[in-house]
């Protein structure tokens, strides 16, 4: 792929992870999310943290089975973005939902244990995003390919996280789409048997 080609794949990716933001402040500055701004805003931003999530992991399958070099200049960034997302949707749960009550959230988390897996879910990105840099990589050794399998983890508790809270509604479309998506990309990570004979030897590759 040449230098321009990453360029615009890089940017797209900048592009797929700031522009939600800037829609969410919008409409969280123009009114577009009452009567319940707080809930539309943590809803949109923890959907999006999923979407970004689930197009990180799609990078690596779509590499193997297009031959394209792009997803690997875009794959960190889509999972930083992610991050990103993660974080603002617990910001908005912390700051916003409870009023950054901390001793309610406890009580909170009994009463609704969605809050817990999605707690868990944002802890285990923590350590990935801080270690994804190739710094890391080689610091870490086959030791960074192990922690950055809990990415699949973290997508698994992501959607759980996303079903606990819509089934109430009864309008499962979306989260089913999700989970769809989700088996699809693991199955594509099946050993074929052509890989399954490749010995080792190579940097371990990044997350996703």
Same mark, same amino acid.
């Given at each position: ?20 933001l ?9 009114? =577009?999310?009452? %009567?319940?701004? +707080? #809930?539309?805003?943590?809803d949109?931003s923890?959907?999006? $943290?999923?979407? !970004? *999530? &689930?197009a990180?992991l ?26 990103v997302?993660?974080?603002?949707h617990?910001?908005?749960?912390l ?7 901390? =001793?309610?959230? %406890?009580?909170? +988390? #009994? ?8 707690? $868990?879910?944002? !802890? *285990? &990105?923590v ?9 890391w990589m ?15 983890l ?25 989970l769809?998506?989700?088996v ?14 490749r010995?080792?030897?190579r ?6």
């Amino acid at each position: 792929m040449t230098s321009v080609g990453v360029r615009v794949a890089r940017g797209a990716a900048l592009a797929a992870g700031a522009l939600p933001l800037v829609l969410m402040g919008w409409r969280t500055w123009t009114g =577009a999310y009452e %009567p319940d701004p +707080i #809930a539309a805003l943590a809803d949109e931003s923890g959907e999006w $943290a999923l979407r !970004l *999530l &689930l197009a990180t992991l799609a990078m690596r399958p779509l590499r193997r089975l297009m031959g394209w070099r792009w997803p690997l200049a875009v794959r960190r960034r889509l999972g930083l973005w992610a991050f990103v997302h993660a974080s603002l949707h617990l910001g908005v749960y912390l700051g916003l939902d409870q009023y950054g009550i901390w =001793a309610e959230i %406890p009580r909170d +988390i #009994a009463e609704r244990p969605f809050v817990a897996v999605g707690l $868990a879910a944002w !802890l *285990l &990105l923590v350590p990935l995003a801080v270690t994804s840099t190739r710094g890391w990589m080689r610091r870490l050794g086959r030791r960074w390919q192990a922690l950055h399998r809990l990415v699949y983890l973290v997508a698994a508790l992501g959607l759980l996280h996303q079903w606990w809270i819509v089934a109430p509604k009864a309008d499962l479309t979306r989260p089913l789409a999700y989970l769809a998506i989700f088996v699809l990309l693991m199955a594509l990570r099946l050993p074929s048997p052509a890989r399954a004979g490749r010995g080792p030897g190579r940097l371990p590759e990044r997350a996703g």
